[in-house]
């Protein structure tokens, strides 16, 4: 059973568009941690949120974990060709295991 | 500095037979995870491997097995294979006090006929 929800899980746009993906969880877990994957490879950390209510912004990026620690977000500002992969939301427990959602395949068109 | 490495990177077999995959953590590493990707789906926690012992266990039945070697580096072994066992099959490795970052390797694509 999954335990994260992510949507949209595809989502097609044009570059310099914005957009929003969205992590809920039926579980509270210690921390959640956002992925981006790209097709043969492994998946690579983009950021961690510990906090309820913490919001954190890389360049573009912004992820939001909501004040249950139970949902978070990820938004993308002016989205670049580059910006196109796989993203994971991961609720992690004790001893660093990961439970993943199925992902939101994003595709950013120049 | 090497990070988390994976192999072999592609693998072919058939129902029925035995596979081992391998990995090395990165640098500083101690703990090593396995995880299975299906087509289309997100990765899901096989077991975890800590002072070359299995200290966490996801639902899979007993024909994955591992092993953790002294250099903590890690083996997957899988049983009598099952056409639904064809995967991408990642090894993610971390520091094993507490939660820590974890770092994914590329993973070894298995398909299995």
């Known amino acids: 059973t999954q335990l994260l929800e992510q949507s949209p899980q595809f989502l097609s746009i044009q570059e310099g568009e914005n957009l929003t993906v969205y992590c809920n969880s039926s579980s509270v877990f210690s921390s959640l941690q956002w992925y981006r994957q790209e097709p043969g490879e492994g998946p690579v950390l983009l950021v961690t949120?510990?906090?309820?209510?913490e919001v954190k912004k890389l360049k573009r990026l912004t992820f939001q974990f909501g004040d249950a620690r139970k949902d978070s977000s990820l938004h993308i500002t002016a989205a670049q060709p580059g910006d196109t992969g796989l993203y994971l939301c991961?609720?992690?427990?004790?001893?660093?295991?990961?439970?993943f959602g199925k992902g939101t395949m994003l595709l950013v068109s120049p | 500095d090497a990070g988390v490495t994976q192999s072999p990177t592609h693998l072919i077999k058939t129902r029925g037979q035995q596979v081992t995959l391998r990995c090395s953590p990165k640098s500083g590493h101690d703990t090593v995870s396995w995880y299975q990707q299906a087509l289309g789906q997100g990765p899901q926690f096989i077991f975890q491997y800590y002072e070359e012992e299995e200290r966490q266990r996801g639902n899979f039945p007993d024909r994955f097995s591992g092993h953790q070697f002294p250099n903590y580096s890690s083996e997957l072994n899988v049983n009598a294979l099952l056409l639904g066992d064809s995967a991408l099959y990642l090894c993610?490795?971390?520091w094993g006090q507490g939660e820590s970052s974890s770092s994914f390797g590329s993973g070894t694509q298995l398909s299995v006929l």
């Open positions: 991961a609720g992690a427990r004790g001893y660093s295991t990961l439970t």
């Open positions: 993610a490795s971390s």
């Open positions: 949120v510990v906090t309820g209510g």
